[in-house]
């Protein structure tokens, strides 16, 4: 017997065609009355980056810049929810009925989505993936690949779009 599916950990990268992956995990989320959590992680700035910004920027006024990305991250994740959940169904209040919390989070995305997996009790994880490069239909992107690898929850990968769709909701 399938385990029952009660919370849904949806990792974005807030690429164009991102929602796309939304739709099925959004669909999962209403077809088994789950709760859905959003996930997008901000990668940390390398080292010898980090070092160059610390000449010309002062340390407080970077650790207020890294707070506001946040912030402003998270408040453009609710925009295109509430974009999309209008085009989507007409009914944006019962779609984001489905979502209980975004999260954005600094640091590396595969242990970031696996941690919050864990942390947030979820029954299953989606994840877009783009192809890239001449072996996309071979290989799955990187972060979907590790992920899969090492999940202990099942994993739904769906393969985003290179064209535009109607559910492309301009840029972030």
Not at 18 to 40: P, T
Not at 52 to 64: F, H, L, N, P, S
Request: glycine letters at 4%; one cysteine or more; aromatic letters at 8%.
């Amino acid at each position: 017997m399938i385990p029952e599916i009660k919370r849904i950990l949806y990792a974005t990268d807030l690429s164009k065609n991102s929602v796309y992956a939304f739709r099925y995990g959004l669909a999962m989320a209403e077809k088994y009355n789950a709760e859905m959590i959003i996930l997008h992680v901000i990668e940390p700035i390398p080292p010898m980056a980090k070092h160059y910004m610390k000449i010309y920027v002062e340390e407080t006024k970077w650790e207020e810049k890294i707070k506001y990305e946040k912030d402003l991250a998270i408040e453009r994740i609710k925009e295109r929810l509430q974009e999309f959940c209008k085009q989507e169904t007409q009914d944006a209040p019962q779609c984001l009925a489905q979502v209980s919390s975004i999260l954005v989070r600094p640091g590396y995305p595969v242990e970031e989505i696996l941690k919050a997996a864990d942390e947030e009790d979820c029954s299953m994880m989606v994840l877009g993936t783009h192809g890239k490069g001449f072996l996309k239909q071979t290989f799955l992107g990187s972060v979907a690949r590790s992920v899969l690898d090492r999940a202990k929850k099942p994993v739904l990968i769906v393969p985003l779009p290179h064209e535009e769709t109607g559910l492309t909701i301009g840029e972030i």
